[in-house]
């Protein structure tokens, strides 16, 4: 069973979102848990787009 597929544009905006969470003291788990996808699709997205 194949799992949600995000849009390159979404990806883009979570990734900022965590950044900001980030900024704001949050840790990555914290930040990934709160945009809703794992901490394991976090990683695997690219972070230099």
Known sequence: MAGK???PEDI???????E???G???S?????????????TYYRWPTSA
């Open 28 to 40: 990555v788990q914290e930040a990934v848990r709160q945009i809703g996808v794992t901490v394991q």
């Open 5 to 7: 597929r995000e849009k």
């Open 12 to 18: 883009v905006l979570k990734l900022r979102q965590v």
């Open 20 to 22: 900001v969470l980030q």
């Open 24 to 26: 704001q003291g949050k």
